[in-house]
């Protein structure tokens, strides 16, 4: 007979009465009415440096808790069927990822326009090219599986570009990731409270923002997939110990890897190095997964991403062991701002508050963490990339990542009940509904700190995720405002900006040269404050007709370089009136979201 593997008993039943007859999905209509009220009632013209934290209606805030109590009192309920926890689960999903969708009328993150540039160019080009052809964006074309696939997803929906789906990317991109977290925790519990609580953590402590349109997102989702499909297929576990394994599983898991491969530079690392720490496990010791990944990756390596690795590989040899340097922010990238610190300490609190918590799990669930050594070991294997790599000073953020799957795991077990045997119940009365001792029907300190623990969390969440939205966002007139550029500019033109944080900053780069001047070395940054129109004109002086040189200064730009620890509004707005009075520039276009200036082909005396 089958042992089973739950190791946290159930709670006992919840006594009928006024508690028990409300029914559970009331909690959930009731948070999800008040985050309906929310959106209809929320302005976000006027992001401040909280984001979404200050601009959201309370009515967000009382919905969340709703739910949060909602989903705890009907989880810990043994009599309620496992499908409410996955609606209250949907729910937090919807409130968490799909309220930005609602709010903002133009998707958020430079990045994600970025990806839906190399989508444009993908179609319009009609295949990969060279870096001989698309300089740095050369890139994109060695690891094309993300694009090609999105290419795909705008030529079947008929529609004009990926603009008209990616804002609502985030809620699709983390419900992929659902059905291979409940494979994974699967493999260790059939505790519904353990699963459902762990998968609600995973979410709220998911705040690092990877699930927005990019290859990231879909590679991670595939991460999880290959990892699910080895803890249950592969192994002595998963096999029993009887007969070949079906070849099926094998070619799954190929084509898993293989998808992953070609279209992300850092998660096939992490997948090998998660698959090796599993194979410590002595019933997960099959070899054949993380040899069939470091095949395909070394092919891929070798072969189609040579090129950038090429050119890439010194940096990244003389950045092994550097875990200073790996995890340096720098300049350009250091939180500045009441709100910026405020929104980055609570991100930070939040995934040191899980961290711990499954610490604790670890230490305190004996039986769990025997019985789950090998979730602990994947959690446990990203840690060493910190000494590997930067990856653009983001290593840090991406070793969370791929541990959070496994932490959520212990710390959820770190915050239910212990193991043990449920309270007898004493003989029913006649004519009575009470068949519990009275000391169940009260909630104590066990019940209310859990509570708290997911309140706290859940609510942490927006700030660390959305606190940055007044970088994130950009109005239409902004958006507008780039189109113009774009539509009016010749091939072979320059581009030049503060930053690249505004909407459609790579457009059209096949045929238009962009320049970012905080990008380059601060003393230039520093000569450009000294001497704005000056500097500028020299710096675009080398485009040649019928080409034209742009300066482009947006609300987008504005916002990354203050809350970044960049220039301030008042050195940026002393760079525009230099420029706007210099007769070496012309106005061609503005509104209340930035400013368009040409540089002309000759004029006077500079400022």
């Known amino acids: 007979m089958r042992e089973p593997v739950t190791d946290l008993s159930d709670l006992p039943p919840v006594l009928p009465g006024r508690g028990a007859l409300t029914g559970p999905g009331l909690p959930l209509l009731v948070a999800l009415a008040l985050w309906v009220y929310a959106v209809r009632h929320t302005d976000v013209s006027r992001l401040d440096d909280y984001g979404l934290v200050s601009a959201v209606h309370p009515a967000f805030w009382a919905g969340l808790a709703v739910l949060t109590a909602g989903f705890f009192r009907t989880v810990r309920d043994p009599r309620r069927p496992g499908a409410w926890g996955a609606a209250y689960v949907l729910g937090l999903l919807v409130m968490e990822r799909a309220t930005q969708a609602v709010l903002y009328p133009t998707p958020l993150y430079a990045w994600a326009w970025k990806h839906d540039a190399v989508i444009d160019h993908l179609l319009t080009a009609g295949g990969l090219q060279t870096a001989d052809q698309v300089g740095d964006m050369a890139v994109y074309d060695q690891w094309p599986g993300f694009f090609a696939a ?95 394994r079906p070849a099926v599983w094998t070619v799954l898991v190929t084509l898993l890897v293989t998808a992953i491969v070609i279209s992300h530079q850092l998660t096939p690392g992490m997948l090998v190095v998660c698959l090796l720490a599993l194979c410590l496990s002595r019933g997960h010791r099959d070899w054949v997964p993380v040899a069939t990944t470091v095949v395909i990756f070394l092919a891929w390596c070798l072969t189609a991403a040579l090129p950038f690795l090429s050119a890439a590989m010194p940096d990244m040899i003389r950045s092994v062991g550097d875990v200073g340097a790996n995890v340096e922010t720098g300049y350009g990238a250091t939180p500045t701002g009441t709100g910026a610190v405020a929104t980055s300490w609570a991100a930070r609190l939040l995934s040191g508050s899980v961290l711990l918590l499954a610490a604790a799990g670890v230490l305190r669930r004996r039986v769990l963490r025997h019985r789950a050594r090998p979730l602990l070991l994947i959690a446990a294997a990203p840690l060493p990339m910190v000494a590997a790599s930067s990856y653009g000073s983001e290593m840090i953020f991406r070793v969370l990542l791929f541990m959070l799957p496994g932490a959520a795991f212990f710390a959820a077990a770190a915050i239910l009940p212990r193991a043990g045997a449920p309270a007898a119940d004493p003989a029913p009365e006649t004519g009575s509904a009470r068949s519990t001792l009275p000391a169940i029907r009260r909630w104590g300190s066990a019940t209310w700190v859990p509570l708290g623990a997911l309140l706290v969390g859940t609510l942490a969440f927006v700030p660390a995720y959305s606190g940055k939205d007044r970088i994130n966002y950009f109005p239409p007139q902004e958006v507008s405002l780039v189109r113009q550029l774009f539509d009016r500019a010749p091939d072979g033109s320059l581009v030049v900006a503060a930053n690249r944080n505004y909407p459609l900053a790579y457009d059209s780069y096949g045929s238009v040269d962009h320049y970012w001047f905080l990008d380059d070395a601060r003393s230039h940054v520093d000569e450009i404050v000294a001497r704005p129109a000056a500097t500028l004109a020299t710096d675009m002086a080398g485009v040649e007709r019928p080409a034209r040189a742009y300066l482009l200064l947006t609300q987008g730009q504005y916002a990354n370089s203050e809350m970044n620890g960049q220039l301030t509004k008042a050195q940026l707005d002393r760079i525009r009136a230099s420029v706007a009075a210099s007769p070496r520039f012309e106005l061609v276009a503005e509104n209340g979201a930035g400013w368009l200036y040409e540089l002309k082909q000759s004029g006077g005396a500079e400022r």
């Open 150 to 244: 999105q290419a795909a997803l705008v030529r079947l929906l008929g529609v004009e570009s990926s603009t008209m789906f990616m804002a609502w990317w985030p809620l699709v991109s983390s419900l992929m990731l659902l059905l291979p977290l409940l494979l994974i925790y699967r493999t260790f519990t059939e505790d519904r409270r353990l699963i459902w609580t762990a998968v609600w953590l995973f979410y709220v402590a998911n705040w690092v923002g990877q699930d927005y349109f990019s290859p990231q997102s879909v590679a991670y989702a595939l991460h999880l997939g290959v990892l699910a499909v080895v803890l249950r297929r592969f192994g002595r576990s998963a096999a029993g110990g009887a007969g070949p």
